[in-house]
């Protein structure tokens, strides 16, 4: 099946367009664009500069991407944006393009739902299957792991990490990194609770969830360190892959400044 592009759309002869894409009315296509098959744009979208678009996307009126990205010291180099399969891109999202600072990619993964409204900025990166409920912001350089969800209206500042399944919760300021696995809330947000209905919707096992809820004491109520915390989960018979995952993750937030394990890189 061809592409169908309604006669008020604007795509440029330059643009890879595959077969089976829509393009809806009055959207706007540069000519480093590249959409693959299924992807859907229903009207008034807009792609500018670099952008590579997977298979079977939609994406809703008014979503701009691949704008410059909104840094001062941006000079004007062929950065990207580029998305994976099967996402959902609701009204009025914008996606900036990478800037020079990093690999010069912005990038989002497969199977997520941004919500109307959301913000992503230069040199993020996002992985798979994660939820960004309406009017959610992302700073500069923020790395998003997969099956994260915030809610709406989360500010997150640039440089931070959030951890997978961990659950952010709305109006939230996030100037700290998320550790996986966590519901976290606040202004600033802070670890409150193991994301239990997360885990126990992904079929997280009785055992691991009490394995990460014992971490949790240990760490942010007892907070007895994250060495002495490891040797109590181990003496236990509690110290699974998952429990490891999030105290590496908390070491790693701890070696780096201001709470975020990735400022190291910024100070570099």
């Not at 298979?55 to 944006?81: F, W």
């Not at 997520?112 to 309406?134: E, Q, S, T, V, Y």
């Not at 550790?179 to 997360?198: H, S």
């Not at 007895?224 to 018979?237: F, M, S, T």
């Amino acid at each position: 099946m061809a592409a169908r592009i309604a006669d008020t759309a604007s795509v440029d002869s330059a643009a890879e367009i595959d077969v089976d894409v829509e393009i809806g009315p009055f959207s706007v296509i540069g000519p480093n664009v590249r959409i693959k098959s299924g992807t859907r744009l229903l009207n008034s979208v807009t792609l500018m500069g670099h952008v590579t678009i997977g298979h079977d996307n939609v994406i809703y009126p008014n979503t701009v991407i691949g704008g410059e990205p909104q840094d001062i010291s941006y000079a004007g180099s062929d950065t990207q944006v580029v998305i994976g399969d099967h996402n959902i891109i609701r009204e009025g999202v914008t996606i900036n393009r990478g800037s020079e600072k990093e690999d010069g990619i912005t990038k989002l993964g497969d199977g997520n739902f941004l919500m109307a409204c959301c913000h992503i900025a230069h040199d993020c990166k996002l992985g798979d299957h994660i939820i960004m409920a309406n009017g959610a912001l992302l700073g500069g350089h923020v790395h998003i792991d997969d099956y994260a969800s915030l809610s709406g209206a989360v500010a997150v500042h640039h440089f931070t990490t959030i951890g997978s399944y961990s659950f952010i919760g709305g109006l939230s300021r996030v100037l700290h990194d998320v550790p996986p696995f966590m519901l976290c809330e606040g202004a600033p947000a802070r670890p409150r609770c193991i994301n239990i209905v997360a885990l126990k919707r992904h079929e997280f096992t009785t055992h691991v969830i009490d394995c990460l809820a014992e971490a949790h004491r240990l760490i942010y109520r007892a907070k007895v360190g994250v060495d002495p915390a490891r040797e109590i989960l181990r003496g236990n018979g509690q110290l699974v892959p998952h429990v490891n995952q999030l105290l590496q993750f908390v070491e790693g937030q701890q070696d780096g400044r201001h709470g975020r394990s990735r400022e190291i890189r910024r100070a570099a």
